[in-house]
């Protein structure tokens, strides 16, 4: 996407930034990534009525260039760094009419970078429905830069919007705001000369901000820390005059130019909306039931796609065995790189649909209330009011919650957040629990309504929620905070919701997921196959071999064979060795070596279990495929003792086993993704296991 | 007497702070000396507050209201 002018956009959260970024750019936009950092960058490309062509990159949304969080410091840098392929030709600054004399404080900062600048003053609509009036004409004078009012959510004038990008000067326009050497004299003069900075206002943020730069030296940003100490000068009280003046110009300015009734009648109807939604007792009434909608309908509507996104390549598969020539490149492709592929595409339906109500609850202004209201139980554990709807999410799936942790500003909340909603049972785990339940708990009725089974489930929903919630609070002690938390957060006022912007929003998480997670995902996929196929040269020809023998071909009929040779086949696969050489280590759990084979196998997702387990004690894949596996498992005895393999103690062992470890390779690739190292996945599968290892161990020892 | 003794209802007028740090995002958010704070309503468990400055609504936890000094 190279364009012939680079148009940034910059704005405080809330304005509507990202519709004015949809109404220019459509459909015609890409997510990539700031080098370095965890930041998405979101371009798009613009056609301009002089027939030239805009690249737009949206910026993260932010209230000052004095970031507070790490998030933000990319605007500072993309603006300052005149090498960076992201400096923008032009800035547009995106403004709420309705609120601007806060939304002021950000323009005069960029202003003073003397970029050239352009102002959107944006929901014009609902400035003039609340009674403010603004002379846009003689703010525009005053302050010397284009004004385009515009209304984005309806469409209202973006195309005079774009006209103004393009005729927009190449040279910066605007008016001084404030007298900026009059904050640090003498600092900002050296500065400028010697890192060869020429605009007064970036030499003193350089000495604000040197610290986080990327883009300078160490050497520079050593020379720097040295000057501040010759002019003594004291980074947060510079801040404070700096804003005092900054809204001291902004009141003047607004002084003629902006007029307001008193009320905003916007305000009261949101007031009245939160006087139920915050409501002590309907607030969390309304709250848990939207959460209990969500959750079902991710269970519910993701049901049917699923199955056909199965169903289409259980078809794939076979159309693959038939048409192909069998071989191992056949097997590779089928159990390998389809199984793989699968094993991406069916998350898509969750991806969907949680996103749309995340999205939704997003526009709307409600995520700010349930943040607010959940605020004062989560900080307790060391997480933040919106880390509840990943972690209800998760419930569901870890997938879509992880990527969902991207709203949580503060990096320390996020990563607790990410680290622990694995732990919350996934709907992948619900097949392992039903079935060793079925195998050990008796279906009985207790007190003459609550059957023992249920109980047993919602048991083991229990224990994973107690879980994430208690290592979230020793978490909060271990993780060294990056930045000091701020909860100050705005809470914007009810809206409906933009249903073309959740649309977008589906279709770019799913995008994301399928194309970063996916790569990943398969590749762990076509090693499993791998140690699941191959064995040491020559084990494997003698069990063919051994089936190909008369002694066999006489006694049983072709599919017997079949079935008895590929459970051996696994046995003696490089899985199966690794099954056998972990024996010792999950001995003391109840588990023998068959059971580590699934382990192992489980890694790439944990529905795999059931799977494995049907393969290892060879049963043929039958319409009561589950019951069929529970009655093997069943008869299943320890060769050497005698007794049944799974018994209470061991099953439940297991289970507990499943709940706790990190089994799902697709979330392994996601938190990857969301925090860009392979530090912190690493991290969550170690603390899994060692959990989830711990804690099997105690169930095993209490049980026996 | 500080933002985080005012209850829901309850004006005030923003005098000054008592931690630099907090003072400088505070101002940035449209919390400035002189300006005029209405607390709107606490969440349900009393912590946070949800407050009227500037022309919109601000939330923030008891313990970063409490640095606000208002007038009196």
Partial sequence: MNGDLKVALVGNPNTGKSTVFNALTGLNQKVGNFPGITVDKKTGGCKLPDGRHATIIDLPGTYSLYPKSKDEIIVFEVLADRSSPEHPDLVVIVSDASNLKRNLLLYTQVADMKIPVIIALNMMDLARKSGIEIDVEKLSGKLGVQIVPISARQGENISRLKEAISYASVIPLQNDTIEVEALAPGLIDKIKNELQVDKPYTALQLAHQHENLHFLTPQQSDRIEEIEQEFSFHSQKAQASETIARYNYINELLSDTVSSKQVREEETVSNKIDKIITHKIWGFSIFFVLLFLIFQSIFAWSEYPMSLIEGVFVWLTETAHNVLPAGVLTDLLTDGILAGLSGVLVFIPQIAILFAFISILEDTGYMARITFMMDKIMSRVGLSGKSVVPMIGGLACAVPSIMSTRNIENWKDRMITIMVTPLVSCSARLPIYTVLISLVVPDKKIAGFLNLQGLALMGMYVISIVAAVLVAWVMKYILRAREKGYFIMELPVYRLPRWDNVLLTMYEKVKTFVVEAGKVIIAISVILWVLATYGPPGKHAEIEKKYESPAYTAKFNPEEIELHRSSEMLETSYAGIIGRAIEPVIKPLGYDWKIGIALITSFAAREVFVGTMATIYSVSDDEAHISSVTDKMREARNPETGLPVFTLASSFSLMIFYAFAMQCMSTLAVVYRETKSWKWPMIQFVYMTALAYIASLIVYVILK | ?72
């Fill in chain 2, 1 to 72: 007497m500080k933002l985080s003794q005012l209850r829901p209802g309850q004006t005030g007028i923003i005098k000054e702070f008592t931690d630099l740090e907090m003072s400088v995002k505070l101002m940035e958010m449209g919390c400035l000396p002189g300006e005029p704070i209405v607390v709107e309503r606490l969440a349900p468990l009393g912590d946070p507050m949800a407050i009227t400055v500037s022309g919109y609504q601000l939330s923030l936890r008891m313990q970063e209201a409490s640095t606000i000094i208002l007038q009196r």
